[in-house]
């Protein structure tokens, strides 16, 4: 069974950083790619950030681009998420999810129950 356990939300002031980690069980987590989704409280979904299986080929959103870092650690199966310089607009529950396969712009599957990160002074 496919788990994806993200962890390290929580309350950040404006200009802030949190790091989130998502932590990955019952696949071979080296063979695929993973995203970041966030979904404001009551709005749509928004793809955040992806990475590919042998850890290159990452790319953000235009919101997030700059501020954002997506990295892993296959030898720990462990997805990380450093959030620097944050805003109130990102706050959000973020999720991990799975990509289909080893690149993570052909799609996604699995996801994760979602950390809440909330930036507010």
């Known amino acids: 069974e496919v788990q994806l356990v993200e962890s390290g939300g929580g309350l950040a002031q404006p200009g802030g950083s949190l790091t989130l980690s998502c932590a990955a069980s019952g696949f071979t987590f080296s063979n695929y790619a993973v995203n970041w989704v966030r979904q404001v409280p009551g709005k749509g979904l928004e793809w955040v950030s992806g990475?590919?299986?042998?850890?290159?080929?990452?790319k953000y959103a235009d919101s997030v681009k700059d501020r954002f870092a997506i990295s892993r650690d296959n030898a720990k199966n462990t997805l990380y998420l450093q959030m620097n310089r944050l805003k109130s607009e990102d706050t959000a529950v973020y999720y991990c999810v799975k990509g289909l396969g080893a690149y993570w712009s052909i799609g996604m599957d699995e996801w994760g129950k979602g950390t809440l990160v909330t930036v507010s002074s």
């Open positions: 990475i590919n299986n042998n850890n290159g080929g990452a």
